[in-house]
């Protein structure tokens, strides 16, 4: 069945480094993939998404590229921030399918 | 424009009560989604409404668990009895519909159910 597999956190970083979170799928046909972010007691927000191969999506300074060959959604950052620090959380949509399928979710936290 | 939003925020019951969780979807969004968020693990598809119709119950475990949605708007998700395995967070959703896997879901702030 779909799946996604994110890296294992939690990931420590100091203000202003550069962050990947690695992200992987399986899926049937041609899904599309979302980057959802969760803030300490608020609900999931959608970071990015992209629709088809070679997409990329970007917001608030984060990005991810679509790539079918690998079948990977790495998200990047070049200079996080304290308030980046949250839970994130990779997903995809199967075609053909309103059914959303999750990662574990990967958690951040950002020192000053 | 007002997000997606669900009552109460938190719950704690005993084993073997009654537990309910309400949502509003954003105005004009046909779809509504309900998933459940165990501790430490991403949030999976308990049941998924077109309208007032359910397309997508095939995860809701249907002996404790039932929803509804009347008239198209409103969600109601219901645990009877809860048991200790359903402490976890409740997360409503909802799209506008038609456009398939490309588009986006809006998350409410969830319920976080304590079941001791």
């Known amino acids: 069945g779909d799946s996604v597999t994110q890296m294992e956190g939690p990931v420590t970083l100091s203000e202003e480094a550069f962050l990947t979170i690695n992200c992987t799928y399986t899926?049937?046909?041609?899904?599309?993939l979302f980057w959802y972010v969760q803030y300490p007691g608020e609900g999931l927000q959608l970071l990015l998404k992209a629709t088809k191969a070679d997409d990329k999506g970007s917001n608030k300074g984060f990005e991810a590229t679509y790539r079918k060959e690998t079948t990977s959604f790495h998200l990047e950052k070049g200079s996080v921030q304290v308030s980046d620090s949250a839970v994130y959380f990779c997903?995809?949509?199967?075609?053909?399918?309103?059914?959303?399928?999750f990662g574990k979710g990967t958690k951040l936290t950002v020192n000053p | 424009e007002a997000g997606v939003v669900q009552s109460p925020r938190y719950k704690i019951i005993e084993k073997k009560q009654p537990v309910a969780f309400w949502c509003n979807p954003i105005?004009?969004?046909?779809?509504l989604y309900w998933y459940r968020q165990n501790l430490g693990q991403g949030p999976e598809l308990l049941i998924r409404?077109?309208?007032?119709?359910?397309?997508?119950d095939s995860q809701l475990p249907k002996d404790r668990f039932s929803a509804e949605r009347l008239k198209g708007v409103d969600s109601t998700l219901k645990i009877q009895p809860a048991e200790l395995g359903d402490s976890a967070v409740y997360l409503c959703?909802?799209?506008?519909?038609?456009?398939?896997?490309?588009?986006?879901?809006?998350f409410g702030p969830g319920t976080r159910l304590l079941v001791l």
């Open positions: 997903a995809l949509k199967a075609g053909g399918s309103e059914k959303l399928v």
């Open positions: 105005s004009g969004h046909n779809t």
């Open positions: 899926a049937t046909g041609y899904p599309s």
């Open positions: 959703a909802s799209s506008l519909g038609g456009s398939g896997h490309k588009e986006t879901q809006y």
């Open positions: 409404y077109e309208n007032e119709e359910a397309v997508d």
